[in-house]
């Protein structure tokens, strides 16, 4: 297992404040640790308008924001070709049918071959079909990366 960090922090947060809602709230008790309220200070100038959460939704600015996104990244691991080399072929073929069905075939690909990141709430589903199909070996994914999840 590898770690891979394409981009550096400065770089990951300049091109989520390009492409994300962010944060202004001067109240919200959590802001200091909300990855939102600090792409506000990263949206370039030359943007004349800014996507904004909707201060006005009534659990906005509080403890449990559905908008709050940790200011930490998160290590999630890249590609899973590894996985099915110790694995039966018929046990292999039953679990790549059934991903390709849950994420669809290009999804399932972009995971498998390590083009996009596989989040926590992904790496769990896998965790879990691979227990449900009887396979009781640890998952090998080929490398990970720490990146900011929105």
């Given at each position: 297992?590898?770690?891979i960090?394409?981009?550096t922090k400065e770089e990951q947060i300049r091109e989520m404040a390009t492409k994300s809602a962010v944060c202004q709230s001067m109240s919200c008790?959590?802001?200091?640790?909300?990855?939102?309220?600090?792409?506000?200070?990263?949206?370039?100038?030359n943007f004349r308008i800014?996507?904004?959460?909707?201060?006005?939704?009534?659990?906005m600015q509080h403890k449990d924001c559905p908008q709050f996104c940790p200011d930490e990244p998160i290590r999630m691991p890249l590609?899973?070709?590894?996985?099915?080399?110790?694995?039966?072929?018929?046990?292999?073929?039953?679990?790549k049918n059934y991903f390709i069905n849950l994420f669809s075939r290009r999804r399932y690909y972009d995971y498998h071959c390590g083009r996009r990141?596989?989040?926590?709430d992904v790496e769990q589903l896998i965790c879990q079909a691979l227990l449900n199909f009887g396979w009781q070996q640890e998952p090998i994914f080929d490398a990970y990366t720490e990146e900011y999840q929105l």
């Open positions: 297992m590898q770690t960090i394409a981009k008790p959590i802001r200091e640790h909300r990855l939102r309220y600090m792409l506000k200070d990263y949206v370039p100038e800014v996507t904004d959460v909707n201060l006005r939704k009534p659990k590609g899973f070709k590894q996985l099915f080399y110790d694995m039966p072929g018929h046990l292999e073929r039953d679990i990141p596989i989040t926590p």
